[in-house]
Structures are given as structure tokens and as C-alpha cells.
């Protein structure tokens, strides 16, 4: 059984930062992709950044250059530095991890369970 645990989520000020962790546990063989997206109410879960097993990186354009999305394989966790936060950057930020838990299987989606993040004016 796969579990992603997200962390880091809380309160924060305008133009501040915070930074989230995800770590994924249980039966995993490998990691092909790990993101984060984001859901703020009333709206529709968006990608927010992703990273790849090769270690390259795309991100929404909405938060290009004051996020920055990083990955420990060692540990399997992934981690999204928010810098210059908006309070449009409010919403709950889940965790998502394409992976295989034995070798020659498809990879398939887990989610965590979210953290909110809520950014004041």
C-alpha cells in the first residue's frame, strides 16, 4: 500500500514563503513523476509544478519563477518552495506520484491528502 503524506501547509502574509513536503511510502519500486497541484474553492484542481525522473521540471505559469519544486529520490519526497505568495495562491495543495510498485508495471496515480495553504492580503 502507497501513501503520500503531504506537509507544511498553514498561514502566511502576503509576499512570504512557505515550503510544502510530500514524502511517499509503502510497496514502491519506482518513481516516474511527482507534482503538485492545487484547488482553491469553488475552482478546479490545477497542476502546479511537476518533476520528472530525470529531474526536469515544468510549472504553471502563474507561479513561474517564485516557485521552485525539488525532489530527494533517497527519500522519495518531493518538496515546493513557495516564494512571494499571492492570496490567489490560497487553496488546499495535494500531492500526486506516478510510480510502480513492482518492475514491469504500468505506473499508476496516488494523491495525498492535501494541505492548505492560505495566503492573507
Known amino acids: 500500500q502507497v501513501q503520500l503524506v503531504e506537509s507544511g501547509g498553514g498561514l502566511v502574509q502576503a509576499g512570504g514563503s512557505l515550503t510544502l513536503s510530500c514524502a511517499a511510502s509503502g510497496s514502491i519500486f519506482s518513481i516516474n513523476a511527482m507534482a503538485w497541484y492545487r484547488q482553491a474553492p469553488g475552482k478546479q484542481r490545477e497542476l502546479v509544478a511537476i518533476i520528472i525522473s530525470g529531474g526536469n521540471t515544468n510549472y504553471a505559469d502563474s507561479v513561474k519563477g517564485r516557485f521552485t519544486i525539488s525532489r530527494d529520490n533517497a527519500m522519495n519526497t518531493v518538496y515546493l518552495q513557495m516564494n512571494s505568495l499571492k492570496p490567489e495562491d490560497t487553496a488546499v495543495y495535494y500531492c500526486?506520484?506516478?510510480?510502480?510498485?513492482?518492475?514491469?508495471?504500468?505506473?499508476?496515480?496516488?494523491w495525498g491528502k492535501g494541505t492548505l495553504v492560505t495566503v492573507s492580503s
Open positions: 500526486n506520484a506516478v510510480l510502480t510498485v513492482r518492475p514491469s508495471a504500468y505506473g499508476m496515480n496516488y
